[in-house]
């Protein structure tokens, strides 16, 4: 794999997710199946509209913040559940004189929806991957993905059965990768119990997470209305040919991974944001300029970069949320994705509207719009993630004080006290729940009780007074052992 420095699970998730999203790109949601497969006419509507709505359906319950049964085999079970309905959907296609527009439907709504707990799992393996290094793990997922998106491509143009058949088999590929990878119901929740204490205040998380959400969805709206409102404007100076079709996917997961590389380094997120933005108005700035050149294709290459790079901050602002307002990060990415879903299924509306005479003249006009509104979603992401940093940060401080006494672990139940001697071993919570053969729940349960016994709120604090009274029965007993002599 790329980065070596990430655990081999990490690894097997990123590669099932790339390669779902491969064929996501090639089949479902760029038209791929639409021209393999005979089309209702009285549907009216394409397969990547169904496929976008029934992603939302599929993210949506996922989204609730109730727990689900069995979420770790249902991603895993996911790219089957995939293949098998795409192959009944071609199979039936290929055996009715005419498709029944009822079957196309449902099919088309239900490959979208089992996307979704695969994505939302890969979405939760984010939090557990080392700080400085989630935008280098997401950015690598995308290019993995833009990669094979290119050889699916390439292939369906040159000899689609063949096209399906490899597709088949990286389906396949990417069940066992899941597999082997030990999806366990404790990787649906954050990494580190403290991350949840250290959280602001029930009303405060509540308006943070409210403005949060409220920011992310403003800056798809800019996002997706620059790329609607310019699209005709592009490609009025830029050329369809081979070369474009397979060097622009490539170029997004290659500014992707850049862009992540910078995210980790700088530990700016909002950074890839604004060089996306940067580089999606350069190229519809440029374009009127260049007309007079049938086949400019560094406008649509820019364009690609800027969607990479744009796509990388929405997949790791998601995973923020969830680390800084303290909330499982399986729900808070379905629920993202839910939304860049349905901004992105409303664009088929939109495009329709844009390509009108009428709406013409007022591309400029929305066009700046959408440029402020997004640099202002990011700017406001960026003061609300400092705050919430600060506030988390000022708990952490309050901690370190002076700590009046310790506390003795004989105090805690025999399965509490095999808790606090995995954590005292540094072991993270999935390790812990795995050893002791419990659930997430369960062992958040657990640490809640212990906190309360000891009246911390956070690990280190705990491992601190644990410590100090160690030091003092040591104290006392060298003590003891002096008045003996």
């Known amino acids: 794999m790329f980065h070596r420095g990430l655990s081999k699970r990490h690894q097997h998730l990123m590669l099932a997710t790339a390669i779902i999203a491969a064929w996501m790109w090639s089949l479902p949601l760029f038209g791929g199946l639409q021209t393999l497969l005979p089309h209702p006419e009285e549907l009216g509507i394409s397969f990547s509209f169904l496929f976008l709505i029934g992603s939302i359906c599929g993210y949506l319950p996922l989204a609730t913040g109730r727990p689900l049964e069995n979420r770790s085999q249902l991603a895993a079970a996911a790219p089957l559940i995939s293949l098998a309905l795409m192959i009944i959907l071609m199979v039936s296609g290929a055996w009715l004189t005419r498709p029944a527009p009822h079957l196309y439907l449902t099919l088309a709504l239900a490959m979208g929806a089992s996307t979704a707990p695969l994505f939302s799992a890969w979405g939760a393996s984010i939090s557990w991957v080392p700080e400085g290094q989630k935008g280098r793990y997401v950015g690598e997922m995308l290019l993995a993905a833009s990669a094979t998106h290119v050889i699916v491509l390439s292939l369906l143009r040159l000899h689609p059965p063949g096209a399906l058949v490899f597709l088949s088999l990286l389906v396949g590929v990417s069940a066992y990768l899941l597999r082997i990878a030990g999806l366990t119901e404790a990787d649906f929740a954050l990494p580190e119990a403290e991350n949840v204490e250290a959280a602001p205040q029930p009303e405060e998380q509540r308006r943070g997470t409210a403005m949060y959400w409220l920011l992310f969805f403003f800056l798809l709206i800019s996002y997706y209305s620059l790329s609607w409102t310019g699209h005709d404007v592009i490609l009025s100076v830029a050329g369809e040919g081979p070369l474009i079709a397979l060097a622009g996917p490539v170029l997004y997961g290659v500014a992707a991974l850049l862009a992540g590389m910078l995210v980790d380094r700088t530990a700016e997120l909002e950074a890839g944001a ?166 997430a ?45």
């Open 441 to 485: 729940n369960t062992l958040k349960t657990h640490i809640r009780n212990i906190y309360a016994k000891a009246q911390v709120n956070s690990r280190a604090h705990l491992i601190l007074k644990i410590n100090r009274w160690s030091e003092e029965q040591a104290r006392e007993e060298v003590e003891r052992r002096m008045r003996q002599q």
């Open 274 to 439: 604004m060089i996306g933005l940067a580089l999606m108005i350069s190229s519809y700035i440029v374009a009127p300029v260049v007309t007079t050149i049938p086949t400019w294709t560094p406008l649509s290459l820019a364009l690609e970069a800027s969607y990479g790079v744009l796509d990388l901050f929405v997949f790791v602002c998601i995973a923020a949320a969830a680390r800084m307002l303290g909330r499982s990060p399986y729900h808070y990415y379905a629920l993202g994705l839910a939304l860049n879903a349905g901004v992105v299924a409303s664009g088929y509306a939109w495009l329709d509207q844009a390509g009108s005479a009428d709406f013409g003249a007022s591309h400029s006009l929305v066009m700046s719009a959408a440029l402020i509104m997004g640099t202002f979603s990011v700017i406001a992401l960026r003061g609300l993630r400092r705050q919430l940093q600060g506030q988390a940060k000022a708990g952490e401080e309050g901690e370190t004080d002076p700590i009046d006494d310790g506390f003795s672990t004989e105090e805690l139940t025999p399965r509490q006290k095999e808790v606090v001697a995995l954590m005292m071993e540094g072991h993270d919570n999935a390790t812990i729940a795995q050893k002791l053969h419990i659930t």
